[in-house]
């Protein structure tokens, strides 16, 4: 990625007032010292890299679910769904995606359709990569029914750096597939749960790129 496409790149308006406090420090660390007043500005400049919020070519194909978060996937597994969203028991493939600080941490809504359920769960901030972040670190659920008439759900996961989940989404809600829905600062995962008929298309280690990437489609 050249430089001046990083310059270009949209700013998530979340990153705003980090920004500014990140360039107002480190103004003020270069009467203190210049060598300080310099990694102030490195700062700075990781801040603007880290909020930025590029745009995304959402694929038109029907039956396929993009991925919610630029990342890599560090999972695929069966398990039940969040017991707050009342989808039942029945275990589900679940689709899990690491952010690293480096990851553009806008989320995208992986289907079009209607948001039924939300929940937010007070949690730990456990490493986002290990298996039982989904469990029992902070989270916020989400519940969709999609234009194709599939029950889905997909998680915004804290991890050890993250301490805020944005989320925009309302119950009754419409959206679009590659929606923006929120942002996790600073270092995070996010989970999908797939509906039977869904069938997941990338594998463990794959890199991600939200909004863009079929990460399920409907089986043949």
């Known amino acids: ?28 660390l270069f009467f203190l010292a210049e060598p300080l007043g310099w990694v102030g500005l490195i700062l700075t400049a990781w801040c603007l890299y880290f909020f930025r919020d ?20 560090c999972a695929i597994s069966e398990a039940s769904p969040p017991a707050e969203l009342g989808m039942g028991d029945d275990p589900r493939v679940r689709v899990s995606i690491f952010l690293s600080v480096f990851n553009v941490h806008v989320n995208r809504t992986p289907a079009a359709g209607e948001i039924t359920g939300l929940a937010h769960v007070p949690g730990k901030f ?11 670190n902070e989270r916020q659920l989400i519940r969709m029914t999609t234009s194709d008439g599939h029950d889905i759900a997909f998680a915004q996961v804290a991890g050890l750096v993250a301490r805020r ?5 309302e119950i009754g809600q419409t959206v679009a597939r590659g929606d923006h829905f929120g942002l996790i ?5 996010t989970d999908i749960y797939l509906d039977k008929g869904l069938e997941a298309t990338v594998k463990v280690g794959q890199t991600m790129i939200g909004g863009e990437t ?4 409907v089986a043949k």
């Open 1 to 28: 990625m050249k430089a001046t496409d990083v310059v270009m790149t949209p700013i998530h308006k979340e990153g705003h007032v980090f920004i500014v406090i990140f360039f107002a420090i480190s103004f003020g």
């Open 54 to 73: 590029p745009e995304r070519v959402i694929p038109d194909e029907a039956g396929v679910l993009v991925s919610p978060a630029d990342g890599t996937v």
């Open 126 to 136: 456990l490493n986002a990569a290990a298996t039982e972040a989904s469990e029992e």
């Open 165 to 169: 989940i944005l989320c925009d989404l």
């Open 185 to 189: 600062r600073f270092g995070s995962r």
């Open 214 to 217: 079929i990460i399920a489609r």
